[in-house]
C-alpha cells in the first residue's frame, strides 16, 4: 500500500492520542511523585508510565494491527505495516523540576518512513501537526520554518553540551563559533519552534526513535530538513545523531561542519 496523504482516520487517532495524554501529563506535573532511574540513569515516573499506557491501549483498540514503539512499555509487532513511536514525556527531567516545556511525542510509520507526528506541548497547550500530503500546523493554523540562509544568521539549539561525547562537543563547536546564538536546552520544544520559524538549526546526539521520530514529518512538512549528521534519513535503526535545519541550504552547511574531518 502507498499513500500521497497520511489517511485521516490516522490523523484523528493521533490527536486522540494526544488529547489522552493531557490530563493525565497535567494531573501529576508539580505534585509530589517518586522519581525513579532507568538503566540509563534517566528519570521516569508514573506519569510516563500511564501517559503510554494509555496511548497504546488506544491504539489496540482502534488498530490492533498496528506495531507500537515505546520508551516505557517497549515494543510490540514491529514489523508490521504501520508502527506507532511513542514518548509519553520527552523532558522527564523538565517535567520533575516543573519546566513545563516537557512534551509528548506521537509519529506514525509506514513501513518504516514517517507519515504522520505530532509534538504536544500538555502544559504549555500547543501542538505541532505535521504529515505526508500536508502542512505542518501549529494549534490549527498553518506554520513554516524560516527562510535562514547561512549560518551566521542562525539561531542554533541543542539539548546540552554534556550529551556528546568529546569528539561529538568538538564537532558541535565548529557550529558554535560560526552561529549567531546558540542556545541550550528545550526538549523536543526546539524542534516545534524550529518548524514555527521561530529557531533554524537543532543539533542532538544519542537520541533513540522515540525522541526523534514525532519530528520528522512536522518539520518536513513545514520546509525544513532533518536527518542524521551526515544527511541520511532518521529511522529506527539510526545511530541517534540529529540534525534540523530551517533550509536545505543551512543543512547542507551545518552538515558538512559537524562531519568534515
Do not use: E, F
Given at each position: 500500500m502507498m499513500f500521497n496523504a497520511c489517511p485521516q482516520e490516522f490523523i484523528d487517532?493521533?490527536?486522540?492520542?494526544?488529547d489522552t495524554a493531557g490530563p493525565i501529563a497535567r494531573l501529576y506535573f508539580r505534585s509530589d511523585i517518586e522519581i525513579d532511574r532507568?538503566?540509563?540513569?534517566?528519570?521516569?515516573?508514573?506519569a510516563d508510565r500511564e501517559v503510554e499506557s494509555a496511548m497504546r491501549d488506544l491504539i489496540t483498540e482502534r488498530f490492533p494491527d498496528h506495531g507500537i514503539f515505546g520508551e516505557e512499555h517497549g515494543s510490540e509487532n514491529l514489523d508490521a505495516e504501520f508502527v506507532w513511536v511513542l514518548d509519553p514525556i520527552d523532558g522527564t527531567g523538565a517535567f520533575v523540576t516543573g519546566m513545563p516545556i516537557f512534551g509528548t511525542l506521537i509519529a506514525l510509520l509506514h513501513r518504516d518512513q514517517p507519515l504522520l507526528g505530532i509534538i504536544d506541548m500538555p502544559v504549555l497547550r500547543e501542538?505541532?501537526?505535521?504529515?505526508l500530503g500536508m502542512e505542518t500546523t501549529f494549534n490549527g493554523a498553518l506554520c513554516r520554518t524560516r527562510p535562514a540562509t547561512s549560518l551566521s544568521e542562525a539561531s542554533v539549539y541543542t539539548f546540552s553540551p554534556d550529551s556528546f561525547d568529546r569528539p561529538d562537543l568538538g564537532r558541535f563547536d565548529r557550529v558554535r563559533k560560526v552561529a549567531r546564538t546558540v542556545r541550550y536546552g528545550g526538549d523536543c520544544y526546539s524542534y516545534g519552534l524550529l518548524a514555527s520559524g521561530h529557531v533554524?538549526?537543532?543539533i542532538d546526539a544519542n537520541m533513540k526513535p522515540?525522541?526523534?521520530?514525532?519530528?520528522?514529518?512536522?518539520?518536513?512538512?513545514?520546509?525544513g530538513r532533518i536527518t542524521d549528521w551526515?544527511?541520511?534519513?532518521?529511522?529506527?535503526?539510526?545511530?541517534?545523531?540529529?540534525l534540523a535545519c530551517a533550509s536545505e541550504q543551512l543543512h547542507a552547511e551545518v552538515s558538512k561542519l559537524l562531519t568534515s574531518s
Open positions: 487517532l493521533a490527536n486522540d492520542l494526544a532507568k538503566s540509563d540513569a534517566s528519570p521516569v515516573t508514573i501542538r505541532w501537526v505535521g504529515g533554524d538549526v537543532v522515540y525522541d526523534y521520530c514525532a519530528m520528522l514529518a512536522p518539520i518536513q512538512a513545514a520546509g551526515h544527511g541520511q534519513p532518521l529511522d529506527l535503526n539510526s545511530d541517534g545523531h540529529v
